[in-house]
């Protein structure tokens, strides 16, 4: 069984968290794949270049000195900080982007309708990807050879345009691709019940928990994307989702979802 | 036979020559490496962000933020962007830095002595390779897998620790490795008796030759290091060292260095 490892950037962007995940993540046994993100830096690195952020609704606008910046900063530094530190801890990675092997090809995102129904936007460079646009043969090539592929979220069209991609549905389309299991992980131990209170942990979440736990307003609004990208790749046929704690990898624990 | 091309910063931060470099490379045949650089791009950023890019003796000394911004700029912008435009020219580049698989470990360079015989500098997060620290079963299995790797000059310590490395150094470094013909690739047609006559290349070069044209200083300041390089690869068992116009890869023509 493969398993997919998601990391987001309060993570990536954090040393020592970052160096804790990495140590525990080179610790874990059978064949993996990690797939980063790296938001944190970017919006630093694009405001001391005095470009400014644009975001609508949580995805980032990509014009074309925002798409060098997010290719610098996600395929450049944080993958290559990342493979840095995992083969420092015996663990054999290699850091890609998706036009690195062909692994994964993106389709420009076309201008689209917001959720007023009214505006317009074109996000620019942005890439979507699905699962029948990850090259699974040559990402099980890399992991027979017991190497452990590392992803930004970076992507190509296949005509020479790399493409920003958002690190969860990358993650989810690899997953799919290769019938993994997915473990989204970030700063907090899971799926709250209590979204003050760490101890609070769901166990199990399905749907129907799932949507009394948004009608209850439990579920922030980040994680409602999230939570939607995980249970689509689970009916899409990734073999598992768990949601838990970046600094806690070799325990169990977290949120596990279910149809 | 494998090939080794190095192509510099003059070429790599030109969209034009590197779109024309990109498509003659792709057209080549048989397994070939590419090396990279991206120096002219770097210091752009480095002056962007505030930074005051520093070289001594033609080597930039690198602190904190400017390995983040060397690692941006060559394992992140410009290697992402050689393979998407690869890619798109039917060519299966994998982009890759020293940390990746563990290709390539540098040792950090201890503080120097300059040429004056006193100054002593500490270049900072900077590797020095050599044909010993390059992975070369790990390259010869991607080659034998039809993929065609390409290097930036960015290489890690195996402690978790990102080094920046020059890139001809680099590009000989894994040619003796392989056994490989090292083709240096650059804006001008080879090594030029009339330096401002593009027709007066000299077809083969031996090092007495070299010493000639040292002593009445026909070789520029820029071409000394690498001619040096390219005779101590040779030496040390590159099959051959060509260089040549990064833009006319598909004709012959070229200055061929000789023992």
């Known amino acids: 069984m493969i398993s997919l490892y998601k990391v987001g950037g309060n993570v990536v962007d954090n040393p020592e968290a970052l160096e804790r995940f990495c140590e525990e993540f080179a610790a874990l046994e059978g064949p993996r794949v990690l797939v980063h993100g790296g938001g944190v830096r970017a919006s630093q690195v694009q405001q001391a270049l005095g470009q400014e952020p644009v975001k609508i609704e949580g995805r980032?606008?990509?014009?074309?000195?925002?798409?060098?910046?997010?290719?610098m900063v996600y395929a450049g530094w944080c993958n290559k900080d990342i493979v840095a530190r995992l083969q420092h801890h015996g663990c054999?990675?290699?850091?890609?982007?998706g036009c690195d092997g062909g692994a994964?090809?993106?389709?420009?995102r076309p201008p689209k309708t917001l959720s007023d129904g009214v505006t317009v936007v074109d996000f620019g460079y942005v890439g979507d990807v699905t699962p029948a646009s990850v090259n699974r043969e040559f990402i099980l090539r890399?992991?027979?050879a017991g190497l452990v592929?590392?992803?930004?979220?970076?992507?190509?069209?296949?005509?020479?345009q790399l493409l920003n991609?958002?690190?969860?549905t990358m993650a989810a389309a690899i997953c799919v691709a290769l019938g993994a299991k997915l473990f989204y992980c970030f700063e907090k131990n899971g799926v709250l019940c209590d979204r003050n209170d760490e101890t609070s942990v769901i166990p199990t979440l399905d749907p129907a928990a799932y949507q009394r736990l948004k009608d209850e307003g439990r579920v922030a609004d980040g994680m409602?994307?999230?939570l939607d990208n995980a249970f689509r790749a689970l009916r899409d046929g990734a073999s598992g989702v768990v949601i838990r704690n970046a600094a806690r990898l070799l325990e169990s624990g977290g949120t596990e979802?279910?149809?």
Not at 60 to 71: G, Q
Not at 104 to 108: F, G, I, K, M, P
Request: hydrophobic share 50%; aromatic share 2%; net charge neutral.
């Open 104 to 108: 994964v090809t993106a389709r420009r």
């Open 224 to 226: 409602i994307p999230k």
């Open 92 to 97: 054999n990675a290699i850091g890609l982007a």
């Open 165 to 168: 991609t958002n690190a969860d």
């Open 60 to 71: 980032r606008v990509t014009d074309a000195a925002t798409l060098e910046v997010v290719t």
């Open 149 to 160: 592929p590392v992803f930004s979220a970076i992507n190509h069209d296949g005509a020479g």
């Open 257 to 259: 979802l279910k149809l």
């Open 142 to 144: 890399l992991l027979d």
